[in-house]
């Protein structure tokens, strides 16, 4: 069992940054990959950035060039920074673990709302 927090978040004017923070604890010996999704109202849940135990990283076209996300493989967490931001990118946003047997692990989401 892997157990996820998440932090960060909140609101912001359209142009400015957040960074989203997600650490892991419990099996965290068997993640393989980590990422972000996110819900927007009245969309269905999508994937924003993922990376993997190799730290090869891929992300949505939607965020590509603003969105970065890294991971800190000795002390378990992922973050998220996102940069330029958009009304578009106001949703809950995820933080999920895929360990080696295909199991997923999610946060319980963080709001995150941007102003125009």
């Known amino acids: 069992q892997v157990q996820l927090v998440e932090s960060g978040g909140g609101l912001v004017q359209a142009g400015g940054s957040l960074g989203l923070f997600c650490a892991a604890s419990?099996?965290?010996?068997?993640?393989?990959?980590m990422r972000w999704y996110r819900r927007a109202p009245g969309k269905q849940r999508e994937l924003v950035a993922e990376?993997?135990?190799?730290?090869?990283?891929n992300y949505a076209d939607s965020v590509k060039g603003r969105f970065t996300i890294s991971r800190d493989y000795a002390k378990n967490t992922v973050t998220l920074q996102m940069n330029s931001l958009k009304p578009e990118d106001t949703a809950v946003y995820y933080c999920?673990?895929?360990?080696?047997?295909?199991?997923?692990?999610w946060g319980q989401g963080t709001q995150v709302t941007v102003s125009s």
């Open positions: 999920n673990a895929e360990d080696y047997s295909d199991w997923k692990y």
């Open positions: 419990g099996s965290v010996f068997s993640i393989a990959a």
């Open positions: 990376i993997n135990s190799s730290g090869t990283t």
